[in-house]
């Protein structure tokens, strides 16, 4: 997974705000196969986040994986997730 710098500011303001200091990422099942969904928590005991462009960032094997090709990035002040994997639709 890719954090660009503009989505990074985002995320980071959006984590203060909210009082947290971890993104998780996690697999959610669809008609299209897996895809990625995002929450803000805080880091609990036994978490290991990745540090993905300053982001920590916890995720299990099988969600980093998917990950690989994602990249979260700004559109239009927003964070959008762009997905370099070839996807169905239903």
């Known amino acids: 997974m890719k954090i660009t710098d503009k989505a990074k500011s985002i995320i980071t303001e959006v984590m203060q705000e909210n009082s947290c200091d971890c993104l998780m990422a996690k697999l959610q099942q669809s008609c299209c196969?897996?895809?990625?969904?995002?929450?803000?928590?805080?880091?609990?005991?036994?978490?290991?986040?990745a540090t993905i462009n300053g982001i920590p960032v916890v995720m299990d094997d099988k969600t980093a994986k998917r990950a690989e090709t994602v990249t979260l990035?700004?559109?239009?002040?927003?964070?959008?997730?762009?997905?370099d994997a070839p996807s169905c639709c239903c």
């Open 33 to 49: 196969g897996t895809s990625l969904y995002f929450t803000l928590i805080k880091l609990g005991k036994g978490d290991k986040p």
């Open 73 to 83: 990035a700004e559109e239009n002040g927003k964070v959008i997730i762009q997905d």
